[in-house]
C-alpha cells in the first residue's frame, strides 16, 4: 500500500520559514519524480516545485523561486520543501506527489498523493 505522509505545516508570521516533510512507503522511492503541489480555498491545485529522481534536477513555478528549496533523501524515502521569506499568499494545503520516473507540472500526472498540511501564513 503506497502512502506519502506530509508533516511540518503550521501558522508562521510573514517572512517566517517552515520545512515540509513527506515521507513514503510503498514505493521504490528512487525510481519516483516527486512533486509539491498547494491548494488555497476557491482555487485549483497548482504546482510549487519538483525533483528528479536523483535529486540532480529541480523545477519551481515562478512565485516561490528564490524563496522555496526542494530537495530529498532517498535514504530516508522522504521529500522536503523548504520555504523561506513566506508570504500571505502562501497559505495552502500542500501536498506531495509521487510520479513514475519522469517530471511534469501537470497534477494529472501525478500516481500518488499525501492527504496535505496546512500552512497559514499571518500578516
Known amino acids: 500500500q503506497v502512502q506519502l505522509v506530509e508533516s511540518g505545516g503550521g501558522l508562521v508570521q510573514a517572512g517566517g520559514s517552515l520545512r515540509l516533510s513527506c515521507a513514503a512507503s510503498g514505493i521504490t522511492f528512487s525510481n519516483y519524480y516527486m512533486g509539491w503541489f498547494r491548494q488555497a480555498p476557491g482555487k485549483e491545485r497548482e504546482f510549487v516545485a519538483a525533483?528528479?529522481?536523483?535529486?540532480?534536477?529541480?523545477d519551481y513555478v515562478d512565485s516561490v523561486k528564490g524563496r522555496f528549496t526542494i530537495s530529498r533523501d532517498n535514504a530516508k524515502n522522504t521529500v522536503y520543501l523548504q520555504m523561506n521569506s513566506l508570504k500571505p499568499e502562501d497559505t495552502a494545503v500542500y501536498y506531495c506527489?509521487?510520479?513514475?520516473?519522469?517530471?511534469?507540472?501537470?497534477?494529472?500526472?501525478?500516481?500518488?498523493w499525501g492527504q496535505g498540511t496546512q500552512v497559514t501564513v499571518s500578516s
Open positions: 525533483i528528479s529522481w536523483s535529486g540532480i534536477s529541480t
Open positions: 506527489a509521487a510520479k513514475f520516473l519522469t517530471g511534469g507540472r501537470s497534477r494529472y500526472e501525478y500516481n500518488y
